[in-house]
């Protein structure tokens, strides 16, 4: 079963998404709360396996409150379930690295999909959006933005020359890029899901990364993916 909490200032939000997770059989709703003090005490307290959190809680921003939950509750996944869709929370959200990034418009099974990726150990981000990531990263590695993220990460910066990465390991990061799951980049290099995790962990492994949102700005540092 994967144990969730549920925080979302809206309590119509609340109840709908209690009712169409809970009629999931894998799924198991463990916590509900509406705002920054009931997400802290709920992960906190129940440590689940994903907290489900929209973008704006009517007493504080649910961006910013992703490191106090990851310090609380380090194996809980944070997903970003929301209606914002602009550059500027996209960006933010991407410095504090969510597990996922879920546009409400995409509907229940999305986040659903996003769910069960999330807990194989992927990243997620709604395909409205996928686009509008690529751009942030472009702008990310052509400005003060992206040494800001840089400098908060702690990303290394080795001469792309020294990389060593194969023809196959630049088609899979290309697809990270594009916020495509383990499963679906599989299917796209025809390989199997153990195939490609393991492509993903010696990717990272090279460049001395720790996440996929890392990699992503790593490989358009280095000129690996198109801008």
């Given amino acids: 079963m994967i144990r969730i ?5 809206d309590e119509a939000e609340r109840h709908r998404l209690k009712d169409s997770l809970s009629s999931q059989n894998d799924f198991d709703i463990i916590g509900i709360g509406k705002d920054c003090y009931d997400a ?6 129940k440590h689940p396996d994903i907290v489900i959190m929209d973008v704006s809680l009517k007493d504080g921003d649910g961006i910013g409150l992703i490191p106090l939950l990851k310090c609380k509750s380090p194996n809980t996944a944070v997903v970003l379930f929301t209606d914002r869709e602009d550059e500027e929370h996209i ?4 410095v504090q690295e969510p597990a996922g990034y879920v546009v409400k418009r995409g509907g229940i099974p999305n986040l659903c999909r996003a769910i069960k990726n999330i807990r194989h150990g992927d ?9 509008k990531v690529c751009s942030i990263f472009s702008h990310m590695a052509q400005g003060e933005m992206y040494s800001e993220i840089i400098s908060h990460n702690n990303l290394p910066t080795p001469p792309k020359t020294h990389l060593g990465i194969s023809g196959m390991e630049l088609r899979i990061i290309r697809f990270i890029a594009q916020g ?9 290099v025809s390989i199997t899901d153990s195939t490609a995790r393991n492509y993903i962990s010696v990717v ?3 460049v001395g990364v720790s996440n996929r949102n890392q990699l992503a700005l790593f490989a358009i540092h280095h000129g690996l993916v198109p801008v």
């Fill in 123 to 131: 990243w997620f981000i709604s395909s409205q959006i996928a686009s």
């Fill in 91 to 94: 960006c933010k959200a991407l």
């Fill in 5 to 9: 909490v549920i925080i979302d200032s």
């Fill in 204 to 206: 990272m492994r090279k």
């Fill in 180 to 188: 495509y799951s383990t499963h679906e980049i599989a299917e796209k």
């Fill in 40 to 45: 802290v005490k709920l992960v906190g307290s």
